[in-house]
């Protein structure tokens, strides 16, 4: 339907205004206004965050999960933990424990179908250790580009730019991976395989019995133990000198149901890569052979098929990431996710105030010396908002009505009715 604006606007080009002038500005200014959004991720399963990295706490509203999912503030205290500050000699030195509080959404430890609130407190607050940074802008951060946008913005902490936004996103992803586990045995895991110039060899980590044990053994999250200890040195050595370094995070999805995606503008890997480069510091997506498919032909890089023992149809190598056309044909998903060096570091930079003077800025307060370390947690979380946003849709499309078992899979691979009281 025409907007009213469109229609009086095109009344008023064949007859002349009929409104006061006043009016008529007052409608272009509408015109002209600009509606913030970005905090809100999903279509069926809707997750949006609030909250500042120096305010009272911040939160998220999980709208649209299914009603009778056993869940408490312990399920997602075990991820938030993860993630939590100041947990290590390589994260920053913030402390907070990041005690979460359920308000609404779940009754006698099940939840009721309606929008599910969660806050976390912020504790830890160092507010005066930004107080430069009201002038001066750091390179490479947020503070200037919403500036641009805003012309207002939170300085301390840098506001909703902050890492600390995501404790949000794990929370709520923390729903998804039960969701997902629980209805179709999906699992999620993710470790780092990049700091600075030390990188995994691929051949040293076996995606199909990779465990979070193993992935949690060493504060580098890395399962590779020779390599772990590589990556908390360069972390180490950045840190000796207020500097800070990139990374890279794979995650992995097993058992992931398939069907799941659709094509065109919605594949799945356009909604993966959307969801890990809304990930703060967040710089490179890939998924399957990613660029390094471009060195191969296609005789090479393709997946055969081939019929496993169980008569499903299988493909012999999964450069396809466990996704084709955009969408899941049944094997591990696997993707990389590159972070740049944290911007917020304690070394002596040029800059700009927000009067456009030239000046220096050393930033003295708590610094991250390489983000892909904490970020892990919070890759799986976005993973699992992705897929369970897709789950839900594909049921409620593909599945209302009795499936083609000549060529589809129920994607219910546990007996739910025996899991939920």
Not at 180 to 185: A, E, P
Not at 372 to 401: G, H, I, K, T
């Amino acid at each position: 339907m025409a907007s009213s604006y469109s229609i009086m606007a095109f009344v008023s080009s064949l007859v002349g205004s009929p409104f006061p002038s006043s009016v008529s500005r007052q409608m272009h200014h509408n015109k002209l206004k600009i509606r913030s959004v970005g905090s809100t991720y999903g279509t069926n399963f809707r997750v949006t965050t609030f909250g500042e990295s120096h305010g009272g706490g911040v939160g998220c509203v999980i709208d649209g999960c299914p009603p009778r999912l056993p869940l408490s503030e312990a399920d997602m205290q075990i991820e938030l933990d993860r993630r939590r500050p100041g947990q290590s000699r390589i994260t920053t030195l913030r402390k907070e424990t990041d005690t979460c509080t359920i308000y609404s959404g779940v009754s006698e430890g099940l939840t009721t179908g309606t929008p599910i609130m969660v806050k976390v407190p912020n504790t830890n607050h160092q507010g005066d250790v930004y107080n430069e940074l009201s002038i001066a802008y750091r390179p490479s951060h947020a503070d200037a580009t919403y500036d641009f946008k805003y012309g207002v913005r939170s300085v301390q902490g840098g506001g909703r730019s902050s890492g600390r936004e995501t404790v949000a996103r794990v929370a709520a992803g923390a729903v998804a991976k039960k969701i997902l586990k629980l209805f179709s045995g999906t699992e999620i895991l993710a470790y780092v395989s990049q700091a600075h110039k030390i990188v995994l060899p691929q051949d040293l980590v076996d995606h199909e019995t990779l465990t979070l044990d193993q992935i949690e053994s060493n504060i580098a999250r890395c399962p590779n133990p020779e390599y772990a200890e590589k990556i908390i040195a360069a972390i180490e050595a950045a840190r000796a000198q207020d500097d800070s370094v990139g990374g890279v995070v794979t995650c992995i999805a097993r058992n992931v149901p398939r069907g799941l995606g659709t094509p065109v503008f919605d594949k799945l890997e356009a909604e993966l890569a959307k969801a890990a480069l809304s990930l703060p510091a967040s710089k490179g997506f890939e998924i399957g052979s990613g660029f390094s498919g471009t060195f191969l032909t296609g005789s090479e890089h393709n997946d055969e098929f081939f019929r496993d023992e169980h008569g499903r149809i299988r493909t012999r190598t999964n450069r396809s990431g466990g996704i084709q056309g955009g969408i899941t044909n049944g094997e591990v998903i696997s993707m990389r996710i590159a972070f740049k060096p944290t911007p917020t570091i304690g070394r002596k930079q040029s800059t700009v105030t927000r009067d456009k003077q030239e000046t220096e800025l050393t930033f003295r307060g708590r610094q991250e010396p390489c983000v892909a370390v904490r970020a892990v947690p919070v890759v799986e979380s976005m993973v699992a908002l992705v897929l369970v946003d897709q789950l839900m849709s594909q049921f409620s499309q593909n599945e209302l009505f009795p499936i083609n078992s000549d060529l589809q899979e129920s994607i219910a691979k546990h007996e739910l009715a025996s899991l939920l009281v």
